[in-house]
């Protein structure tokens, strides 16, 4: 069974290196961990066969094996990741406010790191090399814990990381694997409040709520996805299976996959035959209510589960309503706050979406496949944040800070 308490004194020794780093210092092992990956793909990719071996032998669903499966185009990614991190701007230091009291004071509020961030993640092994490329961009110090199903992966880029900060002489307790899958572990690990500052959980909603109920550290919740979109009636008939088909079938196993269609009852006869035959040639099953099952045949009748429901599968659930307002109130009755979308040519209508959507993420005439660090120009992600304190949608380095007072005096004294 692995030291969790060493583990962590480890952590803390190392974030009180990493926050004095110079920015060069940090861009410089960032490239260099980045031609690492690369330089060392082959064992990579030969430990996630293992993985994927093992998890196919288990029956793992098609949609989270691809989430575990790394190609040399993914390493490719995953090392261009770090790479643009390193082009990003130091956020360490910013001064975001500043300020001169009448007795003389002068505050300054400066940001600065979390600290050490603790991080519960399943199957995608790209998420090690985002996380701490992020986490160690703004000084902070990385505990990561992975699912089973990715230990060999997880391992393997770890390592290459690790011996890539000791040849840039750069403390390797910038990133620690806690590689002991024991559920007791993770347990303790949720509740090392004395050496984490923040815990960050990627996975099913099971995982996210398991973390949340059971951690004594501050939890920032990245969220399960079930995302919509909403065709309105002044819809382009030439965007919608364009951008539907990107968000749902694209990537089946991602949170920002589109799982539910909702369809105002003026298009549908005009909408729905089309559209209905590109999913079914994807394979993709519908389920719909009373009115979509008058206009596809085969249609599964939809449950208020259905509705609800992150499938990550090639399923869709399908609503038709009568107005925008019927749609945005549907929506945010099933949403886990992720990412929606409206497909429109009524500025309007696409301004009361923006407006009525309480989602992190809300797009006019786009698919919700964009929801992603990357995408965002932030380098990677640590995750996609659907709660509203302290970040919300795709984490980058300014959701990987804090800030604290710097209060400069001239021998005032409080009378």
């Known amino acids: 069974m692995c030291n969790l308490e060493e583990i962590g004194k480890r952590a803390v020794d190392a974030k009180y ?13 960032l490239k260099a961990v980045a031609d690492a990956l690369l330089e060392r ?62 007795n003389g004071l002068q505050i300054t509020k400066i940001r600065v790191p979390l600290g050490v961030v603790g991080i519960i993640y399943e199957s995608r092994p790209n998420v090690t090399a985002d996380a701490f490329g992020l986490c160690f961009k703004t000084g902070n110090a990385v505990i990561l814990k992975g699912g089973k199903d990715a230990i060999n992966s997880n391992i393997a880029i770890t390592d290459v990381i690790r011996e890539a900060l000791a040849k840039e002489g750069i403390t390797e307790d910038a990133i620690q694997l806690i590689t002991d ?63 539907v088909m990107n968000a749902k079938i694209q990537r089946i196993g991602v949170c920002n996959a ?26 993709v099953e519908i389920r719909g209510d009373e009115r979509v099952q ?7 009748p939809a449950s208020d589960e259905d509705y609800g429901t992150e499938y990550l599968d090639y ?52 698919s919700t496949r964009f929801t992603d660090g990357f995408e965002f120009g932030f380098g990677a992600e640590i995750g996609i944040s659907t709660q509203k304190l302290h970040a919300r949608g795709p984490m980058g380095l300014k959701e990987l800070t804090t800030y604290k007072y710097g209060i400069i005096g001239d021998g005032q004294i409080r009378q």
């Open 41 to 102: 793909r082959k064992e990579i990719l030969e430990a996630n066969e293992k993985d994927l071996v093992i998890a196919q032998d288990n029956g793992m669903h098609e949609g989270m094996l691809d989430r575990l499966k790394l190609t040399s185009e993914r390493i490719e990614a995953m090392a261009q990741g770090l790479v643009q991190i390193a082009g990003l701007t130091d956020p360490l230091g910013e001064v975001l406010d500043r300020f001169n009291r009448p």
């Open 181 to 243: 899958n024991d559920r007791s572990v993770t347990n303790e690990f949720m509740k090392m409040n004395k050496y984490i500052d923040v815990l960050i959980p990627r996975g099913g909603a099971g995982l996210i709520r398991a973390v949340v109920e059971n951690s004594t550290v501050p939890v920032i919740e990245t969220g399960s996805g079930n995302c919509h979109i909403y065709i309105d009636e002044d819809a382009d008939i030439m965007k919608i299976i364009l951008i």
């Open 294 to 300: 008058k206009v596809l045949s085969n249609c599964v």
């Open 315 to 366: 399923i869709i659930s399908i609503k038709t309503v009568s107005s925008i307002e019927e749609a945005i109130e549907h929506i945010n009755r099933y949403s886990t706050g992720h990412s929606e979308a409206i497909i429109t040519e009524n500025d309007e209508h696409a301004q009361m979406f923006l407006h009525g959507i309480d989602s992190a993420c809300v797009y006019v005439n786009a």
């Open 17 to 29: 290196v990493l926050q004095m780093l110079p920015t060069v210092k940090k861009d410089e092992a």
């Open 258 to 283: 589109c799982e539910s269609l909702v369809i105002h009852e003026k298009i549908v006869d005009k909408v729905l035959p089309a559209l209905g035959k590109a999913l079914r040639e994807k394979n």
